[in-house]
């Protein structure tokens, strides 16, 4: 498994942007994020396969959210533009390898980091 450790998070208002990094001990070819709100299930916020293509942002983040990574540093990360109070949520970092990119949203992931909480007030 790889390990992953999410940073970034915080409060902020309306309107206002984040960026979220998650370090990993290793890239795959597949990474992504995911969200939990309280008191609901767990969303698929992106994806990207080999490092450089973005794969299918949730419709609620498109045009919002941006996905990108520096295998430099292996380091994955989502830039938060125009947050809205229904993006509060705990915020994770996932990996994975597949064999193509159309697996990367599909199936489990075995490498989860622990979240970073976001919250956006009115």
């Known amino acids: 498994q790889v390990q992953l450790v999410e940073s970034g998070g915080g409060s902020v208002q309306a309107g206002g942007s984040l960026t979220l990094s998650c370090a990993a001990s290793?890239?795959?070819?597949?990474m992504g994020w995911f969200r939990q709100a309280p008191g609901k299930e767990r969303e698929a916020v992106g994806f990207?396969?080999?490092?450089?293509?973005?794969?299918s942002y949730a419709d609620s983040v498109k045009g919002r959210f941006t996905i990108s990574q520096d295998d430099r540093v292996n380091t994955l990360y989502l830039h938060m533009n125009s947050l809205k109070p229904e993006d509060t949520a705990i915020y994770y970092c996932?990996?994975?390898?597949?064999?193509?990119?159309?697996?990367?949203?599909?199936?489990?992931?075995?490498?989860w980091g622990r979240g970073t909480q976001v919250t956006v007030s009115e």
């Open positions: 990207i396969w080999a490092g450089s293509t973005p794969l």
């Open positions: 290793e890239v795959r070819n597949c």
């Open positions: 996932v990996a994975k390898r597949v064999f193509s990119p159309g697996d990367c949203p599909r199936g489990s992931y075995n490498s």
